[in-house]
């Protein structure tokens, strides 16, 4: 069954000079609507397809397209290309001697992929904390911190994977109904079944944090249905983190962007060493494509940095369709009736907007179980208002 979605994505380059773009977006594909045409194009290992395409000063960059959300790969074999690329070690993936200990370890008396690949999700469910925004992004900061969010529960998931021959990748991507909802997870490759999906951060969320989703507009799962199972109310913008970039990407020196008049940002370290995103890659890789990555003119440096996120990665709107659609603005139009009638029925005392909170908060429950969000507390909560419904339109015959 198909959830399509609508994705709206813009950029503009408020920055000083040329902005260099890389992105996974489907630039050339049938139905998109883009503003530019790609310069260049690649397909990488893993079946990724980069674009790259420059914006002058106060250029405006604009796509729209339709995809259906994340379902799990029907992929039953890997070329060898495919296989090499998803065993890799990397800068934030890392494939070396503690962890091929640690997951050797983790997995002792496993025999199958998936008695392995289990197990490795369950340690990294019970031993690390959820912290957004992490100071330290990749594996070696992940294991120091013991904390880290959706990104560097994917990265030590695939780490420990592939340190022990399990071909493994880092999805990043997006949650399908909001705005600049980003979101990373797993797939690994069992040679009996294909790609399998695993979500370690939601699984750690719903496992100790379970009301955090409760208002949400994103479906949830028990905590132990993450290995295997997700809800399909996600997109994909690249498979895997670590991307190489092509044309290749030149890092500006780091002493010169230290010593510069207005250093950029830092949003977060690798290696216990600062990142400055914008002026350089991670040995000619992308950190993760969200979907996005920028290179600015060094003369960006003269001048105060712009702190705005939309900088650094755009912005991106997704819009559900069909009745997950419907149901969804019904929620958002039923929560504004809510909160009017409540302030009335305070106000004014009567009935007629009693009934209207009561109504409006049974509506509300119907949208969540008609999405599949939480429907049994839904349908309590439902079921409790009822009376005061009824009670209150007895009184208005």
């Known amino acids: 069954m198909k959830n399509i979605v609508n994705i709206a994505y813009s950029y503009h380059n408020s920055n000083k000079g040329i902005t260099r773009i890389w992105t996974t977006l489907p630039m050339d594909h049938p139905g998109v609507t883009c503003t530019h045409s790609p310069e260049e194009k690649v397909i990488d290992d893993g079946n990724n397809e980069l674009f790259y395409f420059t914006l002058k000063e106060n250029e405006q960059f604009q796509m729209n397209y339709s995809v259906d959300t994340y379902k799990q790969s029907e992929q039953k074999m890997l070329t060898d290309k495919e296989k090499a690329f998803y065993l890799r070690s990397g800068t934030l993936v890392v494939v070396d001697e503690q962890m091929r200990n640690l997951a050797h370890e983790i997995t002792a008396g496993a025999v199958t992929t998936m008695e392995k690949a289990k197990a490795i999700f369950h340690y990294v469910v019970n031993h690390f904390k959820y912290m957004y925004p992490p100071k330290g992004r990749g594996i070696k900061s992940f294991l120091e911190a013991k904390q880290g969010d959706c990104g560097e529960y994917a990265f030590m998931f695939s780490s420990l994977c592939r340190s022990i021959g399990i071909p493994c990748r880092s999805l990043v991507g997006s949650w399908a109904n909001s705005k600049m909802n980003a979101h990373v997870w797993n797939e690994f490759f069992d040679e009996q079944t294909g790609w399998i999906p695993v979500d370690c951060s939601m699984a750690y969320i719903q496992k100790k944090k379970k009301t955090q ?109 069909g009745a997950l659609g419907f149901f969804s603005k019904l929620k958002s139009f039923s929560y504004f009736v809510f909160f009017i009638s409540i302030i009335f029925s305070f106000l004014l005392s009567s009935p007629f907007f009693s009934a209207l909170t009561a109504g409006s908060v049974i509506v509300i429950c119907i949208s969540f179980i008609a999405r599949r969000e939480r429907a049994l507390f839904y349908t309590v909560v439902a079921l409790y208002f009822l009376l005061p419904l009824v009670a209150n339109l007895s009184k208005l015959v």
């Open 213 to 321: 989703f409760l208002f949400s507009n994103v479906r949830t799962l028990k905590w132990t249905a993450y290995f295997g199972q997700l809800e399909q109310q996600r997109v994909v913008f690249s498979y895997d983190a670590e991307l190489y970039l092509s044309p290749k990407y030149n890092d500006l020196d780091k002493q010169t962007i230290v010593d510069s008049k207005y250093p950029p940002i830092v949003p977060f370290q690798i290696d216990g060493q600062p990142f400055y995103w914008g002026y350089e890659a991670v040995e000619g890789c992308v950190p993760y494509m969200q979907p996005i990555y920028v290179r600015f003119d060094q003369e960006n440096l003269s001048i105060k940095p712009n702190k705005n996120q939309h900088n650094y990665l755009g912005q991106w709107k997704i819009t559900e369709t």
